[in-house]
Every structure is written in structure tokens, then in C-alpha cells.
């Protein structure tokens, strides 16, 4: 994977290295910004395997919306551009549970069901490769993709687990996790408006623990982010 992401990169720069004929010669432009906005998380894989607790698929997930703010900084040559930012981002996540004891069948009730909320703190720093295919006057429209690195403040996330009988549930969490966007840019005058989908390459979480039981339980989850954000541009 590593290799196929090394050649789409090498790919993507090729504008920057090739002579701007059919551009006639355009010059290098140098821009920043800063953006707001917000997001929330889908999940492609999502396994936990606790003691008598089932995980709820059907429950999952994100009505938790995030939020946002990034500087960024674009370097553009004709109608191509690569964009860097860092995107600091707060993000929500809810997960609902069954309880399996036949003890606590008749307990199994809304407010009894086991649930985990996680509050992380972050920031995403992707490189981005765009193309603006439209470009008329103060108007511009273009298509952007590139990889995206997420790194996790795991000092300061906050993990609530309600209604279980291990007092003491813990998730590790990946400090680095990574990310392949995609996404489209409308600008008007100085104003900038982005769709984007991040699909989720490698796993958020290294599993579950209960550090007084020294208990381990697996978890996998990866997941994907639509976000919407606003900005301006100089």
C-alpha cells in the first residue's frame, strides 16, 4: 500500500515538473487561509468483543457531529495546486451495547443499556493534489485528493463507559491513524466552500482493557469522515 500511495503521489506532482506550455508558462502562486467546519464519522469496520456484552451495529454511531478549524497554505501553478493543512478537530463518537446476562435481561431497558462515549482531540495534516476545471472569473470549482495523516492527543480523550460491570473499561488508542481524502472546492471571490470523504486506511484503536480484572478484549474500528467546511483565501 505503501508503494501504491508513494507512485499516485509521484503521479499527482507531475504538473508542478512538466514545462506550462498549453498555460502559458504560469507562474507559481503562493496562498493561505484558514477554514471552519464540521464532520462526522461513518464506520467501514467496527468489532468489539467484550464479556457478555454484544455490540450494537445497528446503533452505531455517528449522530455525534465534530468541528473544526485549519490553516492552510496552497501552492498553484495554472489550474493545478498542492494544498497542506492542519486541521485541528474535535471529535464525538457514540456506541451502544447489549447486555447478555440473563440476569440483567429484565433490566435491558434504554436507560440500562450499556453505552461508550469517546471525545478525542486531534489534528489531521493532509497533502492534497487538486485540479480546477473550472475557473471564470471570481468563480472556480475544482476536484482535490491526497493522503491524510490524523494524530491523536490520547493525553487528553475522554472516555465514558455507562452500564457495564467492568468499572474500569479503557481503549488505546492509535496515536496515528491514516487517511486517503477526496473531495470538491467551490470559490467565489475570496470565499472557499469544501465537500470532503476521507476513507479510513488503518485502524483507530489497538483494543479494550481493564487494567484492575488485567482483562483484554479486541476491538477493531475504522472509520470514514464527511466533512463540510467554509473559509476565505489570500
Not at 91 to 118: C, G, I, M, V, W
Request: glycine share 6%; charged share 20%; net charge positive.
Amino acid at each position: 500500500m505503501r508503494t501504491r500511495c508513494l507512485l499516485t503521489i509521484f503521479v499527482l506532482l507531475l504538473p508542478f515538473t512538466l514545462p506550462a506550455q498549453e498555460e502559458g508558462r504560469a507562474k507559481i502562486k503562493v496562498n493561505g487561509g484558514f477554514k471552519l467546519g464540521f464532520h462526522a464519522a461513518t464506520y467501514n469496520q467496527t468489532d468489539f468483543e467484550i464479556d457478555s456484552y454484544e455490540f450494537n451495529e445497528r446503533i452505531i454511531q455517528s449522530n455525534k457531529i465534530g468541528y473544526s478549524a485549519s490553516p492552510f497554505i496552497r501552492i498553484s501553478k495554472g489550474k493545478y495546486y498542492i494544498q497542506t493543512e492542519a486541521t485541528m478537530s474535535l471529535s464525538r463518537h457514540y456506541f451502544e451495547f447489549n447486555d447478555l446476562r440473563e440476569e440483567n435481561t429484565p433490566q435491558n431497558t434504554p436507560a440500562n443499556k450499556p453505552e461508550y462515549k469517546l471525545t478525542t482531540l486531534c489534528v489531521h495534516v493532509p497533502l492534497l493534489f487538486g485540479y480546477e476545471f473550472i475557473q471564470s472569473g471570481y468563480y472556480g470549482m475544482s476536484f482535490f485528493t491526497g493522503p491524510n495523516v490524523k494524530f491523536v492527543f490520547t493525553a487528553h480523550d475522554r472516555q465514558e463507559f455507562k452500564n457495564f460491570r467492568y468499572k474500569d473499561l479503557e481503549e488505546q488508542l492509535h496515536p496515528s491513524v491514516f487517511y486517503w481524502k477526496v473531495g470538491l472546492g467551490v470559490k467565489i471571490s475570496n470565499f472557499c466552500f469544501d465537500f470532503t470523504y476521507d476513507i479510513g486506511l488503518s485502524s483507530n484503536t489497538k483494543g479494550l482493557v481493564s487494567p484492575r480484572t488485567e482483562k483484554k478484549f479486541k476491538a477493531e474500528r475504522s472509520d470514514n469522515l464527511l466533512s463540510f467546511s467554509v473559509g476565505i483565501i489570500f
